[in-house]
């Protein structure tokens, strides 16, 4: 059984996708237990017709939920301790659910996750890790938004965690490790950058297998199984890669549309144009999880409808079933041990 616990009031539609979205995961997973936090007025019309969902969930009646323009400090100051978001990851944090699922703001996410939860030994920045569709299958790209710069033992630090869960998620006992870099060659890049990847080689992971500095269109390509960055280059290449799956999409419906000959075309081909669509779709990959807390949080896509949150609580779910707080932490233990921590640990309110 993994017991999951969801903000249902997060997101740009709240309960009318979360509460379909887990009655989907739950019809995957019948193992699942669901600890639903919400307003019971707009929450159990939707939970009664769901009556598997309801029967597999105990609910939460909340007062408050979490806006998605709030900043991370007006929220904390408003919602510690009864907003929907909050009591989701406290829920995580009294041992009442192994893992939160949120759709809503992402920096008021981070910053009651890290009030919570706390960092764990040794992890001075959080990391959101993102599931990047490639040509080879999926890859994880580490940090997408959480940590605004990052120096070498903060990237360490990530490609310790990212190696962690690509073992979790993707079952693989070494997966390949890059950093990204503005060339492959070890005299580019910024210092950190370069700096880090020599902590990376001197440290001889036996669970990671460094590949070495990768540039942007190796995400893509599935060149390493794991891209490590900062969250400033990690979120603008993820916002990028999804404006131009959007961009391609609409080039295709335009040129399938603009004559008969074409239209007779995309008939024909349609079978090959459903895979690529399914290939594209960025709600197979929905599922954001924050990495270097004592506890697992999962991060939706706030636009996204019930099929991708029910792929972020199916995230969550393989995070848990496959041991990935326990991986990170015996990969810190072992890697770690004896090195200094320095720094503070912020939140970043432009998240």
């Not at 105990?58 to 979490?66: K, L, M, P, S, Y």
């Amino acid at each position: 059984m993994v017991r999951i616990s969801v903000d249902v009031m997060g997101g740009d539609f709240g309960p009318k996708v979360a509460i379909p979205g887990a009655a989907k995961a739950l019809e995957r997973h019948p193992e699942i237990r669901f600890v639903l936090f919400g307003n019971a007025a707009e929450c159990e019309p939707l939970l009664a017709q769901h009556p598997k969902l309801k029967a597999a969930s105990t609910f939460h009646h909340c007062d408050v939920a979490v806006a998605m323009d709030e900043k991370p400090s007006q929220a904390l100051r408003r919602g510690r301790g009864k907003s929907s978001m909050w009591q989701s990851i406290d829920a995580v944090a009294k041992g009442q659910a192994d893992v939160a699922v949120s759709a809503g703001n992402t920096g008021a996410l981070m910053a009651m996750s890290k009030f919570c939860l706390r960092m764990m030994a040794n992890i001075e920045r959080p990391a959101i890790a993102g599931i990047w569709p490639t040509l080879k299958g999926e890859s994880i790209v580490l940090d997408i938004g959480a940590t605004i710069g990052a120096d070498a033992n903060q990237l360490f630090d990530f490609a310790l965690m990212g190696g962690a869960m690509a073992r979790a998620l993707f079952e693989i006992d070494r997966p390949t490790l890059g950093l990204l870099n503005v060339g492959v060659e070890e005299i580019k890049g910024q210092e950190e950058v370069k700096a880090a990847g020599q902590l990376i080689r001197e440290a001889n992971f036996d669970t990671i297998d460094y590949y070495g500095f990768v540039e942007g269109d190796d995400i893509g390509r599935g060149t390493v199984d794991v891209v490590v960055t900062e969250g400033f280059a990690g979120n603008i290449a993820l916002k990028a890669a999804e404006g131009t799956a959007r961009q391609i999409a609409e080039y295709l419906r335009a040129a399938m549309s603009r004559t008969l000959l074409a239209k007779l075309g995309y008939l024909l081909a349609k079978g090959a144009f459903d895979r690529v669509r399914e290939k594209m779709d960025p709600r197979k990959v929905n599922g954001g999880v924050f990495l270097g807390l004592n506890g697992i949080v999962i991060k939706s896509h706030g636009g996204t409808d019930a099929e991708g949150f029910a792929a972020a609580v199916d995230v969550g779910y393989d995070m848990v079933r496959n041991g990935l707080k326990d991986k990170i932490e015996n990969d810190l233990q072992k890697y770690h041990a004896g090195r200094p921590v320095e720094g503070a640990q912020g939140v970043n309110d432009g998240v």
